[in-house]
C-alpha cells in the first residue's frame, strides 16, 4: 500500500496550474525541498520556455541587472556613471555572421535562446507592472528580453585576465627595471620577458585599462571578479562502486543571489540535472543519462593589446605596415537615467574594439580578444556538450568551447574517465603575448588557433584518476603554449596526495576533500622554519607555535591567521618595492633555498604590528574565523538583502579555495558557491551544494536555507530519476497553454 500512501502525500503538496503564453503542451515543475526546480515537459521549445519562466520566478532581479550589464543598458536605469560600462559592453559585442553565431553553439541554440528568453518574458508580463521586491527598492522596472541577449560577452570578458596582466607586467618594467621584473616576476611555464619590438615601454600607463575593468566589475547599487576551480575523477579501481566518480566546485565571487542555479531539464532528447548561469539556457556542469562533467578554468591567454598609431590629420584613421587605414565607427544612443540620451562612438581597428584613446599622444589601445568570435559567449558551448553520450560525442561538444577556457573532466556510466583543456588558444609566432605590442608593424598577429586534436587531454589514465585546479597541467613535453599565467599548483597537488593513495573513494570521501583546509603552503613553509634561529622572544614563541600547527586553515587557528600575515609581509622584506607583486611558490622558492634567513624575523615583526593595530593587541583574538569571513551581499544595499558575516576556514591555497579581496585582506568573498559529487553507479546518490540558497527572492525560504550546511560541509541529495524526484518534492507547478 505504499503508493497510497505516496499518492495522498503527493495530493498534500502545495500545487498550482498557471496560463503561461507560448507554451504548446502541459509542463510539470516538480520542486524538491532545497529549492532545485526539475522540469518535465514533452518537448524541447517547452522545456526552455519553461526554464526562463523558472529563472526568472527564482532570480528576475539577478538576471535583469546581468542583462543589462551585458548589453549595455544600466545608464538607463542607475544614471550617467555606468555609461562607461554601458559603452565597453556595446563595444565587445558579437558583430559577425549571426547564423555562424548559433550554430557554434549548437544547432539548435537559437531555437533554444528563443523559448528560454520567451519564457522570461512571459514571467515579467505576468507580474502586470507590478515591482517585486528589489525593483522596488532599487526604484525600476524590468526590462524585456532577446534571443541575443544570452550572447553577451561582458561575462565572459570578466573572467579573462590577460589584457590587465599586460598593462600590470608593463608599468612594473617601467617602475622597477627589465631586469629585475625577469629576476623576480617569473612566469608559468618560465619564459624569458622580452619587449616587443618596436614598443615603447614608457607609453605604457594604468588608464588604458580603466574602462575595460569598469566595465566587468560586479555592479554594487548604493555604493572583480575572480576565478578559479577544482575538479577531479577516478575510475572504477579507485571508487568503492566499481563506477567513475566526479567531483567539481567552480570557484568564483561569492554574492547573494548565488552565481549560479541549479535545475534538471526533462524532455524528448533531453534529461540533465546540474547548474548554470541563471541568465542562460541549459546545464553548464551535470550529468545526463549516461556522463558526468565538471569543469575549472584554464588560464589560456587568449588577449592581447595592440597601440595602434593614430592619424594626426584624421584620428578616425589609424597606422598599418606604412598605410592609414579608416577605423570602423558606429555611433550609439543610449538612454541615461536622469539626464538626455548619450550618443557614443564604438571604434575599431582590424585588431578588434578601440577600448582607449589619447588623441594628444595620437595614440590607441585596441584589444584582440577570443570572445570576439563566433561561439565566444561563456557556457553556452554546455548546450552541446550536456547531451554527449560518450567520450567521442563530448570530445566533439568540447570544441564548441571558446571563451573562457575550461579544464572539462569527465565520467561515464560505462567506467570511462577524462579530461581536456578547452577553448580557443590563439597561435603567437615569435613573441609571448606577455605585453601589449605595436599595431602598427604587423609582426605581432595571431596565426590561427589550435586544433581541439592539439588540445591537452587524457582518457582513461594509467593513474585511473585526473585533477585539474587551475594550475600548470600541460603534459611534459607539451609542443604548444596556452599561456603563462596558471594558478600556484597548491590545490592540485594536495587533490594528487589525497588521490594518490590506495584508498577506494566514496560520495562521502569527496565530499571531505571539497572541505580540505590543509595549506601546502604552510607546510612548505613550516620546512623553512625548522632552518630558521629567531633571536626574539616573539620569533621563539610562533616558531614554536607554527611548527607545532596542523597546517589547517581552521577558523580556530590564530596560527593561520599569523602564518599569512608573516607571507603577506615576507614578499616586501624580501625583495623590497615589487614583493607585493611577487607570487607566493617564488617567494618561498627564494626562502628554500636561502642561507639567510635573518629577514623571517623582520617580516614577523612588520606582520605582527599589523596584526595588533587591525585586531588588537591580544593573539587570542586573532583566530582565523574572527579576520577569514564570508559576508554575502546583495548588489542592492539594503540589509534586508545582506546576510550577516560567517567565520570560514580555508584559504586561497587549499582545496576548499577562500580567496579575498587584495585591498580587504582577510575578508573572503571568493569561493565554490556550487559543489557537487556525482556518482555514475547511481545517480540518485550524487550530491550538491549551493550557496546561500537556489531563490533570488529575499522572502523566499530558498534565499538563505543552505548557507549553513554549506559552511559545515553537508551537501544535500540530487535527485534525478522521478521516483527520487518524488520522494522530495515539496512544491507542484503545472504550466498550461494560454487559452
Known amino acids: 500500500m505504499r503508493w497510497l500512501t505516496w499518492l495522498a502525500c503527493s495530493l498534500a503538496l502545495p500545487a498550482q496550474t498557471i496560463s503561461v503564453p507560448g507554451l504548446k503542451s502541459r509542463v510539470e515543475i516538480l520542486r524538491d525541498r532545497w529549492g532545485v526546480p526539475h522540469i518535465y515537459a514533452t518537448n524541447a521549445h517547452d522545456l526552455f520556455l519553461a526554464q526562463g519562466w523558472v529563472a526568472a520566478k527564482d532570480r528576475l532581479f539577478q538576471i535583469d541587472l546581468w542583462r543589462r550589464q551585458g548589453t549595455g543598458r544600466l545608464a538607463e536605469v542607475l544614471g550617467p556613471k555606468y555609461l562607461v560600462s554601458d559603452r565597453i559592453a556595446r563595444l565587445v559585442r558579437y558583430r559577425g555572421d549571426w547564423n555562424e553565431e548559433w550554430r557554434s553553439y549548437s544547432p539548435d541554440a537559437r531555437a533554444i535562446a528563443m523559448a528560454f528568453t520567451a519564457g522570461i518574458n512571459a514571467y515579467i508580463d505576468s507580474l502586470g507592472g507590478k515591482r517585486t521586491k528589489e525593483f522596488a527598492v532599487a526604484g525600476y522596472d524590468p526590462g524585456r528580453w532577446r534571443p541575443e541577449d544570452v550572447t553577451a560577452r561582458i561575462a565572459g570578458l570578466a573572467m579573462l585576465r590577460n589584457a590587465s596582466s599586460e598593462i600590470a607586467r608593463a608599468l612594473d618594467i617601467q617602475r622597477f627595471g627589465l631586469d629585475r621584473v625577469r629576476e623576480v616576476l617569473t612566469t608559468d611555464p618560465p619564459v624569458r620577458i622580452e619587449i616587443p619590438k618596436g614598443l615603447e615601454i614608457d607609453e605604457i600607463r594604468p588608464e588604458m585599462i580603466r574602462d575595460l575593468a569598469a566595465a566587468t566589475r560586479a555592479v554594487r547599487l548604493g555604493d572583480g571578479e575572480l576565478d578559479g576551480s577544482n575538479n577531479w575523477v577516478v575510475d572504477g579501481t579507485l571508487s568503492a562502486t566499481g563506477k567513475p566518480l566526479l567531483a567539481s566546485d567552480p570557484h568564483r565571487t561569492l554574492s547573494i543571489p548565488s552565481l549560479r542555479k541549479t535545475v534538471h531539464l526533462v524532455a524528448p532528447g533531453w534529461n540533465v540535472i546540474g547548474a548554470g548561469e541563471p541568465a542562460l539556457p541549459g546545464v553548464a556542469l551535470g550529468h545526463n543519462e549516461e556522463i558526468g562533467f565538471g569543469f575549472t578554468i584554464v588560464g589560456i591567454d587568449q588577449q592581447d593589446l595592440y597601440l595602434e598609431r593614430l592619424n594626426p590629420q584624421n584620428l578616425n584613421q589609424y597606422r598599418y605596415r606604412d598605410q592609414w587605414v579608416d577605423c570602423e565607427i558606429e555611433r550609439e544612443e543610449i538612454p541615461v537615467k536622469g539626464a538626455p540620451p548619450a550618443i557614443v562612438e564604438l571604434k575599431y581597428t582590424r585588431h578588434g574594439p578601440v577600448i582607449y584613446e589619447d588623441h594628444t599622444r595620437r595614440l590607441a589601445v585596441a584589444l584582440r580578444w577570443a570572445g570576439s568570435e563566433p561561439g565566444g559567449a561563456g557556457y553556452l558551448p554546455a548546450l552541446a556538450l550536456a547531451r554527449a553520450k560518450n567520450w567521442t560525442e563530448f570530445r566533439r561538444a568540447a570544441a564548441h568551447y571558446k571563451t573562457p577556457s575550461e579544464n572539462l573532466v569527465y565520467a561515464d556510466r560505462a567506467g570511462n574517465i577524462g579530461w581536456i583543456a578547452a577553448g580557443l588558444t590563439p597561435v603567437r609566432q615569435g613573441w609571448s603575448g606577455l605585453l601589449p605590442v605595436p599595431g602598427d608593424t604587423g609582426e605581432f598577429e595571431w596565426q590561427g588557433w589550435l586544433s581541439i586534436d592539439q588540445m591537452p587531454q587524457r582518457y582513461n589514465p594509467r593513474e585511473h584518476w585526473i585533477a585539474t585546479a587551475n594550475a600548470n597541467h600541460l603534459p611534459p613535453g607539451y609542443p604548444h603554449v596556452l599561456g603563462f599565467e596558471f594558478s600556484p599548483a597548491y590545490r592540485y597537488q594536495r587533490l594528487a596526495q589525497l588521490l594518490g593513495g590506495a584508498q577506494r573513494f566514496t560520495v562521502a570521501d569527496f565530499v571531505r576533500m571539497q572541505q580540505d583546509i590543509t595549506a601546502l603552503s604552510a607546510k612548505q613553509f613550516q620546512n623553512i622554519l625548522r632552518r630558521w634561529r629567531p633571536t626574539t622572544e616573539a620569533g621563539k614563541n610562533f616558531q614554536r607555535r607554527l611548527l607545532a600547527w596542523s597546517g589547517e586553515m581552521a577558523v580556530d587557528s ?182
Do not use: C
Not at 564 to 592: C, K, M, N, Q, Y
Not at 617 to 622: C, V
Not at 692 to 700: A, F, I, L, M, Y
Open 558 to 739: 590564530v596560527e593561520a591567521t599569523v602564518f599569512e600575515a608573516w607571507l603577506s609581509a615576507l614578499g616586501p622584506a624580501l625583495f623590497g618595492e615589487i614583493g607585493g607583486r611577487v607570487s607566493r611558490p617564488r617567494l618561498l622558492a627564494e626562502l628554500d633555498r636561502s642561507a639567510d634567513l635573518s629577514v623571517l624575523g623582520k617580516a614577523l615583526g612588520d606582520a605582527l604590528d599589523r596584526l595588533k593595530r587591525t585586531w588588537g593587541p591580544e593573539s587570542a583574538k586573532w583566530q582565523w574565523g574572527h579576520v577569514h569571513q564570508i559576508a554575502f551581499r546583495h548588489p542592492i544595499d539594503h540589509p534586508d538583502f545582506h546576510l550577516p558575516p560567517r567565520p570560514r576556514g580555508g584559504s586561497a591555497d587549499t582545496v576548499m579555495a577562500s580567496g579575498w579581496d587584495p585591498t580587504r585582506p582577510f575578508a573572503t568573498n571568493h569561493g565554490a558557491s556550487f559543489k557537487m559529487v556525482l556518482d555514475t553507479a547511481d545517480w540518485d546518490r550524487s550530491v550538491m551544494t549551493n550557496a546561500p540558497g537556489e531563490s533570488g527572492d529575499p522572502d523566499s525560504p530558498h534565499y538563505r536555507d543552505l548557507v549553513d550546511d554549506w559552511l559545515a560541509g553537508r551537501p544535500h541529495p540530487l535527485p534525478f530519476t522521478r521516483a527520487a524526484v518524488e520522494a522530495v518534492t515539496v512544491e507542484r507547478l503545472t504550466l498550461v497553454p494560454h487559452s
